[in-house]
């Protein structure tokens, strides 16, 4: 089935630490997004890519890095800069061409909690 | 994006209609009406999307006001599989590109059995 993968659901680190976070896509979609969600929050826009090897920060992108070297995949780095990382982690991805109108589809998320 | 305006949380009984409203009254002509809702501990999800004119599909309606500064989303009969948070986003395609869904705090729905 097509869809996007987030793995893994749970992931649990030692401050200090930087852990990547994996997304991978098979609906040949052109763009790609990583959102972080706190508790009883919306979610916030942390980079985008609408190409390969190419990407955009987005509203809270500080402490994050990410690479686009697969149209497939968007894998998410959280480093040691990022001041409070324990959040809900999603990713999405949608359609450029032809037409921008359409829907993202979501990955089920993962959960980091920093110890 | 254009910001949008909804309640905070909404409740419906169980099988019957819910209308959930959305104010968005600097919208622009290149801007679709976008909803999505978010299950407990899942990824958001697509529900529907337009532009002027009103749309159905298999989940739910929208219904979009004349001036397009509003709009309501209609599920015709709440299931207990409907409790979510509902967020109503607007998304430009005037641009170059593909601009990112910009999320606000949506409408939290409970549904009473």
């Known amino acids: 089935d097509g869809g996007i993968t987030q793995s893994p659901k749970y992931l649990f680190r030692k401050e200090g630490q930087n852990v990547t976070l994996s997304c991978e896509q098979n609906?040949?979609?052109?763009?790609m997004y990583w959102y972080r969600q706190d508790p009883g929050q919306g979610l916030r826009l942390i980079y985008y890519?609408?190409?390969?090897?190419?990407?955009q920060k987005g509203d809270i992108a500080e402490g994050y890095s990410v690479s686009r070297e697969k149209k497939e995949s968007f894998p998410l780095t959280v480093t040691s800069a990022q001041k409070n990382p324990t959040a809900f982690y999603l990713c999405?991805?949608?359609?450029?061409?032809?037409?921008?109108?359409?829907?993202?589809?979501f990955g089920q998320g993962t959960r980091l909690t920093v110890v | 994006d254009a910001k949008t305006t909804q309640p905070n949380s909404m409740e419906s009984n169980e099988e019957e209609p819910v209308h959930l409203p959305c104010n968005h009254s600097?919208?622009?002509?290149?801007?679709?009406i976008h909803w999505y809702r978010q299950l407990p501990s899942q990824g958001p999800e697509y529900v529907i999307h337009?532009?002027?004119s009103n749309v159905n599909n298999r989940m739910a309606s929208l219904a979009i006001a004349e001036d397009r500064k509003s709009s309501t989303l209609i599920l015709h009969r709440a299931t207990l599989r409907d409790a979510a948070v509902y967020y109503c986003?607007?998304?430009?395609?005037?641009?170059?590109?593909?601009?990112?869904?910009?999320f606000g705090k949506g409408t939290r729905l409970s549904v009473i059995a």
């Open positions: 600097t919208i622009s002509g290149t801007d679709y």
């Open positions: 890519s609408q190409i390969v090897n190419d990407f």
């Open positions: 986003i607007l998304r430009d395609v005037g641009g170059s590109g593909n601009t990112p869904l910009v």
């Open positions: 337009g532009l002027t």
């Open positions: 609906l040949n979609h052109d763009a």
């Open positions: 999405a991805s949608s359609i450029v061409y032809p037409r921008r109108d359409t829907e993202a589809f």
